[in-house]
């Protein structure tokens, strides 16, 4: 088999998606394997997930590059290219992102974003859908740019809305889709680069 690709995962939280991934890299026939996962949080529960299942997992601090967001992302690039990180996957990384690290990563940085893009960018995505009176919801995976959840889409998974959702019952319908949704989209798109 070719060399699997070597993807890093950004995360700030929780890591559900990054575990999901590191999920369907234990597939033999999985075109990449997840490498690193980095956050911009040290207490991030993700990157206790990672250490578990033997993924390298590293803090690069927000709070040491005060007023620096340029040097922190200098900082991660850094720490990708040393990981010989091919791939980016932003899952759940909550920190804006400025041409330092978008430009450095071009068409091959990925995030996922829990709204039917181009609906919904940004936060409260749930929260709005409700409020629309939209009759589906869903996530979508995208080529990162500088405008925040505008990249080209890749794939999207849609769930429908269902009498007396809440924002709660919503995110755990959208959520399990985004765990099915990012491993393939991802898999597809390493597959194309080889
Ligand atoms: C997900 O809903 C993702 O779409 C959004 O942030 C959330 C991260 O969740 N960008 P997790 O950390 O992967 O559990």
Redesign the pocket.
Known sequence: MTQRTRVAVL????????EALIGAARDPACPFEIALALSNKPEAG?LATARAAGIDAVAVDQRDFPKDREGHERAIDAALRAAKIEVVA???Y?RILTPVLVEAWAGRML????SLLPLYPGLDTHGRALAAGDGEAG?SVHLVTVGVDEGPLLGQARVPILPGDDEAAL?ER??AA?HQLYPAVLADFCRALK
């Open positions: 995360i700030s939280g929780r890591g559900s998606n990054l993700g932003l899952a759940g909550m995030n996922i974003h829990p996530c995110a959208v959520l985004e």
